[in-house]
């Protein structure tokens, strides 16, 4: 399928799933590759028998649903924010934690793919944090829709370009090389418990302190998707708790209920 073949139909398809095209331009080619081979596997002609086969088997648009599922992740993506979270913002939590007497300090990675980010938060923990709050445990829960990203992310093995923004100690440390492949040490995997959810369904169930919900809500979803996500967020955070986004992603104009760390930062402070 041609790149301007693939913009027209995801421009007519996106919005019918609640997503937006804007989040889209940059990531296009991997979704118009697996559309692509979904219409070759149905043995259709082209994209515009494909948008006809959707509007006759509504089943169809789950499968769409499956395929525009964006997977780009590494560890330590956007190192400000990881910096942020190492000299200010885990600090902070761990603090409340202590006045309150509590214990765990629990995080949840949203839309976790093959578990960078996750994995970049027990790094953080142990490597930097853990010696100054040694009375708190980090408890972190990952979830993404796609089994296969659950299954890597369990197996914890990763091509060097996605430890590449890890500093070289750390990588020596917490991985074992294995012909091309770093392998995360079982220490550091224990922290993590993955699991295979749609974010929409997981937000509110679980009380946490800290959620990383990155380049997913707020890139891809329409705004009406983004707002209820936002309301089931609310009764799952308490006052303090923190919520971080993508580099280039904000909250929806005009939500209550949340301030920003600082201007320019993607991140936020549930009030």
Not at 22 to 32: D, T
Not at 207 to 227: A, D, E, G, K
Request: proline residues 4%; charged residues 20%; glycine residues 4%.
């Amino acid at each position: 399928m041609k790149d301007e073949a693939c913009i027209h139909f995801l421009q007519w398809a996106l919005p019918q799933m609640q997503l937006r095209w804007q989040g889209f331009p940059r990531v296009r080619k991997q979704v118009c590759k697996r559309i692509s081979q979904r219409i070759n596997q149905l043995g259709l002609a082209d994209e515009l028998a494909y948008r006809d086969y959707l509007l006759s088997h509504a089943s169809e648009w789950q499968t769409l649903a499956i395929l525009s599922h964006v997977t780009i992740s590494r560890f330590y993506r956007d190192k400000v924010v990881f910096n942020r979270l190492e000299s200010e913002l885990i600090p902070r939590l761990c603090a409340q934690l202590l006045l309150r007497g509590e214990k765990y300090l629990y995080c949840w990675s949203a839309g976790c793919a093959r578990g960078e980010e996750a994995y970049s938060l027990v790094l953080l923990w142990s490597f930097v944090l853990q010696d100054y709050y040694p009375e708190i445990v980090i408890s972190i829960t990952a979830t993404d829709i796609e089994p296969l990203m659950i299954q890597q992310a369990r197996k914890a093995c990763y091509p060097f370009s996605s430890v590449k923004n890890l500093a070289p100690e750390w990588r020596q440390r917490a991985f074992r090389q294995i012909n091309d492949q770093y392998c995360l040490h079982p220490i550091y995997q224990q922290p993590v418990t993955f699991s295979l959810a749609d974010v929409e369904q997981m937000v509110g169930t679980q009380s946490c302190h800290l959620v990383l919900c990155r380049n997913l809500v707020f890139t891809y979803f329409s705004l009406n998707r983004q707002v209820q996500f936002l309301h089931k967020l609310q009764t799952q955070l308490s006052a303090g708790s923190i919520l971080v986004l993508g580099a280039h992603e904000r909250l929806p104009e005009g939500m209550s209920g949340w301030r920003q760390w600082q201007s320019r930062l993607p991140i936020y402070v549930r009030e």
